[in-house]
C-alpha cells in the first residue's frame, strides 16, 4: 500500500488498544520481590520479610523464586499463615498447593519455628506439578511442631504430591506430631535426589502413623539420599523412610530408631519401617530399639 501516516482518530485508536496490555504488566511488576518471576529472571529473595511474603500470597505459588543469601529467621513468628502451599485435607476445595520452583542457590534457612494446627505442615505445606521444583536450599535447626493426631509433616515439605527436590539438606531438624513426619518430607509422591538429613523425628503412635529420618512414607523416588536422625514413636519408622511403597535407590541411613513409646504392632527398621516395593543398593548403619518386628535394614515387607 505504499508509506502514509498514522490520521489522529487511528492515532487514538492505537493508544486505547495499548492500555490494557500497559495495565497488565503494571499489574505483574506489582509484586513485592525484584524479579519477573520466570525461569530466567526469577523473584528474588533476600530476607526473611520477603520469604513470608511468598507464604503470604498464593497468586504467586506457580511462580520462580531464588534465594540471593542465607535467611535467618530467629525471632520472627511462622504460622501456618506463612506456610507456601496450603492443603488441609484430601480433595479440599481450598487446597492451593506450591508449583513453581524454587531455587535455594546453595544457601541456607536457618531456625525456622513453626507451630500448626493440622494439615500439611512445613516450610512448605504440599508441592504438586510435574514442573514444581525445590533444589539446593538447607534448613538449620528447623523446629516444626504438629497435632499429636493431625497433619502430614516435614521441615521442608509435608506433602509432595508430585514434583522433585534435588540437592536440599537438613541440619538439626527437630520434627514432632503429625500422623506421618520425616526429616525432609512427611509423604513423598515425587522425586527426593541427593539430599539429606540430621536431627530427630518423634511421632507418637497415636493410630497407624509412619516417620522416618528423612520421609515419613516414600509413594515416589528417593534416589542418593542419606539419614543421620534419631527415630521414635510412630507405628512404622525407619532411618530412612517409615513405609516405603515406591523406590529407594543408592541411598543409606544411620543414627538409631527406638520406640520413644510403646504401639500395638510397630514396625522398625533400620532403613524402612515396612516395605511394599523396590529397594536397591542400599544400605543401614542404624541402631535399632524394640518393636514387635524389626530388622537392621527393614522391620519387614508386606
Not at 505459588?61 to 542465607?70: I, R, S, V
Not at 539419614?227 to 541411613?253: K, M, T
Request: glycine share 16%.
Amino acid at each position: 500500500m505504499g508509506n502514509h501516516k498514522l490520521s489522529g482518530r487511528q492515532k487514538l485508536i492505537t493508544v486505547l488498544l495499548a492500555c490494557p496490555v500497559l495495565s497488565i504488566c503494571a499489574a505483574l511488576s506489582a509484586a513485592p520481590w525484584r524479579g519477573a518471576g520466570t525461569a530466567d529472571e526469577p523473584y528474588l529473595i533476600a530476607d526473611a520479610n520477603d520469604l513470608q511474603a511468598v507464604g503470604a500470597d498464593p497468586n504467586y505459588w506457580d511462580a520462580c523464586f531464588k534465594l540471593t543469601g542465607n535467611i535467618d529467621l530467629s525471632g520472627f513468628a511462622w504460622s501456618d499463615s506463612n506456610i507456601i502451599g496450603r492443603c488441609y485435607s484430601w480433595n479440599d476445595p481450598n487446597n492451593q498447593a506450591f508449583s513453581g520452583i524454587f531455587d535455594g542457590n546453595s544457601h541456607a534457612i536457618s531456625n525456622l519455628t513453626l507451630e500448626s494446627d493440622g494439615g500439611d505442615i512445613g516450610l512448605f505445606g504440599c508441592v504438586d506439578g510435574q514442573q514444581a521444583q525445590i533444589r539446593e536450599v538447607t534448613l538449620i535447626n528447623p523446629s516444626i511442631v504438629a497435632p499429636w493426631d493431625e497433619g502430614i509433616v516435614g521441615s521442608l515439605v509435608g506433602h509432595m504430591d508430585a514434583g522433585k527436590i534435588w540437592r536440599c539438606g537438613v541440619e538439626g531438624s527437630k520434627v514432632s506430631g503429625g500422623q506421618s513426619a520425616g526429616g525432609l518430607v512427611g509423604i513423598s509422591e515425587g522425586t527426593i535426589e541427593r539430599c539429606y538429613t540430621t536431627g530427630t523425628v518423634d511421632n507418637r503412635p497415636v493410630a497407624i502413623t509412619e516417620s522416618g529420618g528423612l520421609v515419613g512414607a516414600n509413594f515416589g523416588v528417593i534416589s542418593q539420599c542419606s539419614s543421620n536422625c534419631r527415630v521414635s514413636g510412630a507405628h512404622y519408622r525407619g532411618g530412612l523412610a517409615g513405609e516405603n511403597y515406591g523406590r529407594i535407590l543408592d541411598s543409606h541411613a544411620s543414627g538409631d530408631v527406638t520406640d520413644g513409646l510403646s504401639s500395638e504392632f510397630p514396625l522398625v527398621g533400620g532403613l524402612v519401617g515396612g516395605n511394599r516395593d523396590m529397594i536397591l543398593r542400599c544400605y543401614s548403619t542404624t541402631l535399632v530399639g524394640r518393636g514387635g518386628l524389626k530388622g537392621g535394614w527393614s522391620g519387614g515387607a508386606y
